[in-house]
């Protein structure tokens, strides 16, 4: 079965600050790997995905994370929040070609200070 | 593009009654994928759709649950007799076929229906 860790359900971070997301999952098979954000009142809009090319993936808005097998880690970064960044962020993995169900974290909330 | 849509946004019922939550995926996409958030948890996968027929119906808690996908263009989901750990956000997901090689397409999602059960 897989499973994801977010850790820390708030994140708190001032606006121009290094955001940092931390997500590990546990896989049987070689993942597929995604995060997605929610704004208030909206759905939720893909970010990134890795898909076994390049490990250091780029998403939109400016994020970006990186597949580390070895630490069975995706963290999420993006080197200077703002304040529109303020949203609940989801890491989820998924088998690909074996089932394209997502499996989702917790989700993480981020808060941006002016 | 018209994305994927959802109906009600919100609806609040009484335990016992019934309720029916309706997606329409975006057009031309194979695969409808319903998911749940309870409060506090985390989203869970309930079933997937490829066309009209159920794939994959792991994670629907219960009979009360049907799910359906007529003519394999949109989808309802209802529930009945609800109950009240029925309640939280039911989301509802597209994409296209699956290329060749099995590559993960992207999963759209609607803005979800919140649903509260007294």
């Known amino acids: 079965a897989q499973s994801v860790t977010q850790l820390g359900s708030h994140v708190s971070v001032s606006e121009g600050a290094l955001v940092l997301l931390r997500c590990n999952y546990s896989s049987s098979v070689p993942p597929y790997l995604f995060w997605y954000v929610q704004y208030p009142n909206q759905g939720l809009q893909l970010l990134l995905k890795?898909?076994?090319?390049?490990?250091l993936v780029k998403g939109i808005n400016g994020f970006e994370a990186e597949f580390k097998k070895s630490e069975t880690s995706f963290h999420l970064t993006k080197p200077s929040a703002h304040m529109s960044d303020a949203a609940e962020y989801f890491c989820a993995v998924s088998k690909g070609a074996a089932g394209n169900k997502l499996t989702f974290g917790g989700g993480t909330r981020v808060l941006v200070k002016p | 593009e018209a994305g994927v849509t959802q109906f009600p946004s919100h609806s609040v019922i009484e335990k016992g009654q019934t309720v029916t939550l309706r997606c329409d995926p975006i057009?031309?996409?194979?695969?409808l994928y319903w998911y749940r958030r309870v409060m506090g948890k985390e989203i869970k996968f309930l079933l997937h759709?490829?066309?009209?027929?159920?794939?994959?119906e792991s994670g629907m808690p219960n009979n009360r649950f049907l799910a359906e996908r007529t003519g394999g263009t949109y989808s309802t989901l209802k529930v009945q007799p609800a109950e009240l750990e029925d309640s939280g956000v039911y989301f509802c997901?597209?994409?296209?076929?699956?290329?060749?090689?099995?590559?993960?397409?992207?999963?759209?999602f609607g803005p979800g229906t919140r649903l509260l059960v007294l």
């Open positions: 890795y898909t076994s090319a390049a490990t």
């Open positions: 057009s031309g996409h194979d695969n």
């Open positions: 759709f490829v066309k009209e027929s159920k794939q994959d």
């Open positions: 997901a597209s994409s296209q076929a699956r290329t060749s090689g099995g590559v993960q397409e992207t999963q759209y």
